[in-house]
């Protein structure tokens, strides 16, 4: 909250976020946390939506938000991990543009307070303009730990997530259709589980079409993912990228910060980007929110 307020946003604690409340893996069921999310949907006083953290529940309750109200009052919603989920099926079904970002826990009285005061200043800055900034923010600020993994160039909507979430929600009545992959600069990061996982649900994308359509790819810093890496001759995360891709001829950039390591760049959903891997740099080219979106600057 220190940190919202500090770049001038009035801050609402939801319900949920009491002292006390849990479900198994969660706060409440799902559509407990629904009925709080279409609250905030429908309230012309809530100008953004933090997630608390990521959780492991949106699958639960896709099929109660009240898609109505985001067409009515488009509103940010900020979040990674599960939250990528809502991102992904809210922009195919409103044309949403969520904001694959930090969340309050872990991001901003996480991993933000973990790093230098320079760097803390430098995100606040580029998290205020995201929020209120009808100008495109332009090119996002790199770090030494970005690869290029495939050179070349790109430009296209940018649409991604966890890579697990994408390759799960395609098995659904949520999938994301096709057509939003056209071109696109598919981003994603991961958490935990196997080096041979990550293979295989780039395989699902590959034997879905995913992988034919898109023009780019952004590759997340990885989290804790056995096997990646490793001393035992396993194969490093842009030798399972390349291995997928095959012959596609498309640029790849690897490493770039967004993901579980955090602190998090932020990567909205649906707006066009432009990508050179050579050089190393990602670039946003619209607004992320419309123009008088968030002029009451509330969080």
Not at 11 to 36: D, F, K, M, Y
Not at 65 to 89: M, Q, T
Not at 102 to 109: E, K, Q, R, S, W
Not at 130 to 143: F, H, K, N, Q, R
Request: proline share 6%; hydrophobic share 45%; net charge negative.
């Amino acid at each position: 909250m220190d940190v919202l307020e500090r770049m001038g946003f009035r801050v609402r604690r939801a319900p949920l976020l009491q002292v006390g409340q849990h479900r198994w893996w969660s706060a409440a069921t799902p559509a407990e946390i629904a009925a709080e999310l279409n609250g905030l949907l429908r309230d012309p006083e809530v100008r953004a939506i933090i997630a608390t953290d990521g959780g492991q529940t949106a699958f639960g309750y896709l099929d109660l938000i009240d898609v109505e109200a985001i067409r009515a009052d488009p509103k940010p919603i900020l979040g990674y991990s599960d939250i990528s989920l809502l991102h992904l099926v809210l922009y195919a079904r409103t044309g949403l543009v969520g904001f694959h970002a930090d969340m309050a826990v872990p991001g901003f009285g996480g991993h933000w307070q973990m790093v230098p005061a320079t760097r803390r200043a430098q995100l606040e800055k580029l998290y205020s303009r995201l929020l209120t900034d009808t100008e495109a923010i332009g090119v996002l600020p790199a770090s030494s730990s970005w690869e290029c993994w495939r050179a070349g160039r790109a430009e296209g909507r940018l649409i991604g997530g966890v890579i697990n979430r994408i390759a799960l929600v395609q098995a659904t009545r949520f999938a994301v259709p096709l057509e939003c992959f056209d071109g696109a600069v598919l981003f994603w990061e991961e958490m935990g589980g196997l080096a041979s996982h990550v293979w295989s649900y780039l395989q699902v994308m590959r034997h879905c079409g995913i992988l034919d359509r898109i023009s780019g790819m952004v590759v997340g810093v990885p989290h804790d993912i056995a096997g990646v890496d490793s001393p035992d001759a396993s194969p490093t995360l842009a030798e399972i990228v390349l291995d997928v891709l095959g012959d596609r001829d498309i640029p790849v950039l690897g490493n770039v910060d967004f993901g579980h390591a955090g602190p998090n760049l932020p990567m909205p959903v649906g707006i066009r980007v432009g990508l050179d891997a050579q050089q190393g740099t990602l670039s946003l080219l619209e607004s992320a929110v419309r123009p008088g979106a968030m002029t009451e600057r509330v969080s």
